[in-house]
């Protein structure tokens, strides 16, 4: 069974400064894995995602990624925070469907909260 | 332009009534998903459907059914069965070309309050 932990519920940053959001994966299989950002009271929407290849993945909004198989961790990371940023976070781990498609399995989620 | 669309954003039920949530893709994805989600517990899945006329049970589909007529739409119902269906839900959709994992588009939620 795949799983996933992101260990901050909740991450306060100022302005300008950098930023990590640590997720930590379980898988048995092939790892995929995933970086979704949720504004409040909307859908879900793709940062960045690893399949293969370079472990240092770029996303959209300046944020990236780095795939660590030996520490089984995905942590997202921004060098300057910007207000907009202020949103939820989640970090998910994909595996095929038999017959096609793919299920997701999140994290329990972390709030980025930017203060100016 | 294309994208999942969700309705309605906001939806009121009594105890014991059971109610449908809609959900439509232009994309010509041929697999639809629905998650549920809880405060502190992020997303879980329900339902998914990998092609028209089929669907399968995801993790927590106790007191939930679904149907997949057309490969555009994907509905749920919510039935007086699920014990505590108050929670944001979320539909999203995905290609299966070449068998590969692709990324989920996500619609914009439909937010159930039970009275």
């Known amino acids: 069974a795949q799983s996933v932990t992101q260990l901050d519920s909740q991450v306060p940053v100022f302005e300008e400064a950098p930023v990590e959001l640590r997720c930590n994966y379980s898988?048995?299989?092939?790892?995929?894995l995933f970086w979704y950002v949720q504004y409040p009271n909307q859908g879900l929407q793709l940062l960045l995602k690893?399949?293969?290849?370079?472990?240092l993945v770029k996303g959209i909004n300046g944020f990236e990624a780095e795939f660590n198989k030996s520490q089984t961790s995905f942590h997202l990371r921004k060098p300057s925070v910007h207000i907009s940023d202020t949103a939820e976070y989640f970090c998910a781990v994909s595996s095929l469907l038999t017959g096609g498609g793919n299920k997701l399995t999140f994290g329990t989620g972390t709030q980025l909260k930017v203060e100016l | 332009d294309g994208g999942i669309t969700q309705s309605p954003k906001y939806l009121f039920r009594k105890e014991g009534q059971n109610v449908t949530l809609s959900c439509e893709q232009n994309?010509?994805?041929?697999?639809m998903y629905w998650y549920r989600q809880d405060p502190g517990q992020g997303l879980r899945l329900i339902y998914y459907s990998q092609i028209v006329n089929d669907f399968q049970k995801g993790d927590i589909a106790e007191g939930y059914s679904v149907s997949r007529e057309k490969k555009e739409s994907f509905p749920l119902t919510v039935t007086s069965a699920q014990k505590n269906p108050t929670a944001f839900y979320l539909c999203a959709s995905s290609t299966k070309r070449g068998g590969l994992i692709h990324e989920q588009f996500f619609g914009p939620g439909t937010r159930l309050t039970v009275l």
């Open positions: 690893y399949l293969s290849g370079s472990t």
């Open positions: 994309l010509n994805h041929d697999a």
């Open positions: 898988s048995s299989v092939s790892v995929y």
